[in-house]
């Protein structure tokens, strides 16, 4: 079974230092890993995607993520913090559920706080 | 192009009715999930239907049921609806590498 694990349930910083959400993943094959944003009341925006493609991804509103299989893990980063950047974010692994369908396997998520 | 919709945005209901959510996919996709977040949690995996038919469920009883029509919009149906029911119920659908887009939500209460 596909799993992921966010190490930090919340993460504050300030405006202008870098961000790092922390998560690793349990997969027994290569594995499709996601992360998602979440504004306070809004739905759930995709921030970036690795598909066994190249491992530095790079996403939306200057974030990133490395996969690095060694560590099992897929960090998201970001240089420096906007004030907008304050939302919850999921890390996410992509898995074969019952059947044929596709399903998604959500982290217990981080609060990310960002301070003036 | 046009994103998932979902309607209604809100939704109250009483312990024992019915509900029924409805989703419009994004345009040309021809999959759609459909997620449970409870306050305070991430998303859980209801079930997936794909060109008409359920191709996955994640582990939710029989009540929750769904359908898609051939137009790739879709329907959410909560039957003998519990306390626990209360929450946002996210439509999804997905492109071929698996990604999905998410709509805004439906969110239900239950009194």
């Known amino acids: ?116 | 192009e046009t994103g998932v919709t979902q309607s209604p945005t809100h939704l109250i209901k009483t312990r024992g009715q019915q509900v029924t959510l409805r989703c419009s996919s994004q345009s040309g996709h021809n999959t759609v999930s459909w997620y449970q977040q409870a306050l305070g949690q991430g998303p859980q995996f209801i079930f997936q239907y794909y060109r008409e038919e359920e191709n996955g469920r994640g582990n939710f009883p029989p009540r929750f049921s769904g359908l898609q029509f051939p137009n790739y919009s879709s329907e959410l149906n909560v039957n003998a609806l519990e306390l626990d029911d209360s929450a946002l119920y996210l439509c999804a659908s997905s492109d071929v590498q698996g990604a999905l887009f998410f709509g805004p939500g439906t969110r239900l209460t239950v009194l």
């Open chain 1, 1 to 116: 079974a596909q799993s992921v694990t966010q190490l930090d349930s919340h993460v504050s910083v300030s405006e202008g230092t870098p961000v790092l959400l922390r998560c690793n993943y349990s997969s027994s094959y290569s594995p499709s890993l996601f992360w998602y944003v979440q504004h306070p009341n809004k739905g759930l925006q995709l921030l970036l995607k690795y598909t066994s493609a190249a491992t530095l991804v790079k996403g939306i509103n200057g974030f990133e993520a490395e996969f690095k299989k060694s560590e099992t893990s897929f960090h998201l980063t970001k240089p420096s913090a906007h004030m907008s950047d304050a939302a919850e974010y999921f890390c996410v692994v992509s898995s074969i559920s019952s059947g044929s369908a596709r399903q998604l396997t959500f982290g217990s998520g981080t609060q990310l706080t960002v301070l003036p």
